[in-house]
């Protein structure tokens, strides 16, 4: 039983790279979210998506993008990427109501020099 | 706009004692408060949660206290030990439109020898 699964676990960018991090869960849950949590901090959330096809923006969108094509995955894409995103990020989702336990992937640190 | 508000920040407690996280919130459409538990390295887990026709639940050394009429609820970690020291998030969720899960912004509990 996977989860939420989120790949890669540590990526290194240089200004102005561009990447996606993966995210793919195996529980039919229509809800899914990308946070990102920076030292000693909250969770920010960036995008979220209630089912196939739809996405809207969290409290932080800006320099990211999503896309949600399927029920199992939600991709994060950084087109441009800067120091400021320099952060760990979290995908989680949640059952088809968006009540009850929110699965958490084991994050992916990036940094970027 | 914070929909679930968290404090403290960080709490320091010696082993053996109460540790005490207390949240709270605006919306009456919650109507499902978990806790989440994050351990550095990792994505946060649920803890233990309640919901609102109750005014308490507990689990092993953890309780929930709901006071609903006050829109508050609070973590209690009762003979508190090392191996507790972690972040811990209060969360919100319910029937609140597109976006349904909210997060408290953490706690970091220190528990020393």
């Known amino acids: 039983n996977a989860g939420v699964t989120q790949t890669p676990k540590f990526r290194i960018l240089k200004i102005g790279q561009s990447m996606t991090l993966q995210c793919t869960q195996d529980?039919?849950?229509?809800?899914m979210y990308w946070y990102r949590q920076d030292p000693g901090m909250g969770l920010k959330l960036i995008y979220y998506s209630v089912g196939a096809g739809i996405t809207d923006k969290g409290e932080v969108p800006n320099g990211y993008n999503v896309s949600r094509s399927t029920t199992e995955d939600f991709p994060l894409r950084l087109e441009l990427a800067a120091p400021s995103q320099t952060s760990v990020y979290f995908c989680?989702?949640?059952?088809?109501?968006?009540?009850?336990?929110?699965?958490f992937g084991q994050g992916t640190r990036l940094t970027v020099v | 706009q914070q929909q679930v508000k968290q404090s403290p920040q960080s709490l320091i407690v010696q082993k053996g004692g109460i540790s005490i996280i207390n949240c709270a919130y605006e919306n009456t459409a919650f109507d499902y408060f978990p806790w989440y538990q994050q351990f550095p390295g990792k994505g946060p887990a649920l803890l233990i949660a309640i919901r609102p026709d109750v005014s308490e639940k507990k689990e092993g050394r953890f309780t929930i206290s709901f006071n609903k009429s006050a829109k508050q609820f609070s973590l209690h970690i009762m003979d508190s030990q090392p191996g507790d020291s972690a972040t811990y998030f209060c969360?919100?969720?319910?029937?609140?439109?597109?976006?349904?899960?909210?997060f408290g912004t953490g706690t970091r509990l220190t528990v020393i020898p």
């Open positions: 969360a919100a969720s319910g029937q609140t439109g597109a976006n349904n899960l909210f």
């Open positions: 529980m039919n849950h229509n809800y």
């Open positions: 989680a989702s949640t059952s088809l109501r968006g009540e009850g336990e929110a699965f």
